[in-house]
């Protein structure tokens, strides 16, 4: 039987004829795409600005260093993610910590927060940046995180790498609530250029200093200059800056992909409906679905339910893999990778995102999903764990 992967991406004609029409025009990077792409997806998600970068993990270095993130300055985020959430900090020189999760949504736990932030007053040690993670494409609590940033007085940077045309309380995620969010155009996640990323922001200041990053910290922009030009070849280097920019290649790819973005998440969203209905008889605790949030379903995560079902967690995935299946496990705890742990962390700091790991499986889903293969995957996860 061939492997049905966990995720897969979905590139038709159009795709294509986009990207080769850049590869026979004059530019294959810095032409028009890039502003082209940043523009329709900045409207699409209600947002003025969309700063185009070379991957997501680009885009949370340079959103930190614009957020003014440092040696010295404390950053927060979820355990539960993919390592870049955390390694974003660690780039800067500042210090990193986590907040357990919710056990029903897989995100930040807003209750965790408030509880650390409390601790962290009386301690005197309080974050200067919090990045929740919208894991799985389920928007984190935004209002409560909002509030509290508001009370403590700390930035939040978005990792909304798995949540591109997501909602959260009627509004698309990256438009509001954080002072920035960072989406990943990787070919996993909900739209792609290959590799590739995007910063939002309302924040014209915060926009300005992300261009500048991006690039080396090059401005050719006349109105931004600190001195007056010494001719038309003149531009300034302004801070210290990298080379994050995108193709024009991947950005003509992202522009068609976003046009198509909508459909792709409306089949997403129908596959977790039929999830959610094929998978209710098997003894597994399935995605949470509150009432506040449309998710975009990067990933359908399953968990074992210890209570009813004693087959382990390895065994079940290692049956899935050679059923075939293409499972995955999103995510182990970062604070237990041999990075974090020689920084000090250790097993139990995060008991929930802990227990959550030893638990959880991501079955595949992605747009071009069949019902036929979806009917396998539960067939397959139904006979192993009824076994
Ligand atoms: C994929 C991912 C990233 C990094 O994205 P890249 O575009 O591959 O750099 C960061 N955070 C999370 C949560 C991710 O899933």
Not at 242 to 267: C, E, H, I, K, V
Not at 280 to 300: G, I, N, T, V
Not at 319 to 339: D, K
Not at 353 to 370: D, G, K, Q, V
Request: net charge negative; aromatic share 8%.
């Amino acid at each position: 039987m061939p492997l049905i992967p966990y995720s897969c991406q979905d590139i038709d004609a159009a795709d294509v004829a986009a990207v080769e029409r850049v590869l026979r025009s004059a530019f294959l990077t810095q032409g028009d795409e890039v502003p082209t792409f940043e523009r329709a997806f900045a409207e699409r998600h209600l947002v003025r600005h969309a700063v185009a970068v070379s991957n997501a993990t680009a885009g949370l270095h340079i959103a930190c260093l614009a957020l003014g993130v440092g040696p010295g300055q404390l950053v927060w985020t979820s355990p539960n993610s993919f390592v870049a959430s955390a390694n974003c900090a660690v780039y800067c020189g500042a210090d990193i910590d986590f907040v357990d999760i919710d056990a029903t949504t897989r995100n930040l736990s807003v209750q965790a927060l408030e509880d650390k932030l409390a601790l962290a007053e009386r301690q005197g040690r309080l974050p200067d940046v919090v990045i929740p993670v919208h894991f799985a494409g389920l928007p984190c609590d935004l209002k409560g995180i909002r509030g509290l940033a508001d009370r403590y007085g700390f930035k939040i940077l978005e990792d909304a790498s798995h949540a591109t045309g997501a909602m959260y309380a009627g509004a698309p995620i990256g438009s509001a609530y954080g002072e920035a969010a960072v989406f990943s155009f990787h070919p996993v996640k909900i739209i792609t250029t290959g590799e590739g990323g995007i910063v939002t922001t309302n924040d014209d200041a915060l926009a300005a200093r992300l261009r500048l990053l991006r690039s080396h910290g090059i401005t050719r922009d006349r109105d931004q200059m600190q001195h007056a030009p010494e001719g038309p070849w003149y531009y300034e280097q302004q801070l210290l800056g990298f080379n994050y920019r995108l193709t024009d290649m991947q950005a003509a790819l992202g522009r068609s992909q976003l046009g198509r973005m909508d459909d792709m998440r409306a089949r997403r969203a129908a596959l977790a409906d039929a999830y959610q209905e094929l998978l209710a008889p098997l003894p597994l605790r399935l995605p949470a679905r509150p009432h506040y949030a449309e998710s975009s379903w990067h990933l359908y995560v399953v968990e074992l339910d210890p209570c009813v079902t004693s087959i382990s967690r390895a065994e079940v995935f290692s049956a899935l893999r050679t059923a075939g299946i293409g499972v995955n496990v999103h995510y182990m705890p970062i604070h237990l990778q041999p990075f974090y742990r020689a920084r000090g962390f250790e097993a139990g700091q995060f008991p929930v995102a802990e227990r959550y790991y030893s638990r959880a499986i991501s079955i595949p889903l992605f747009p071009r999903l069949t019902e036929k293969q979806q009917r396998d995957v539960v067939d397959a996860l139904a006979a192993i764990v009824l076994r």
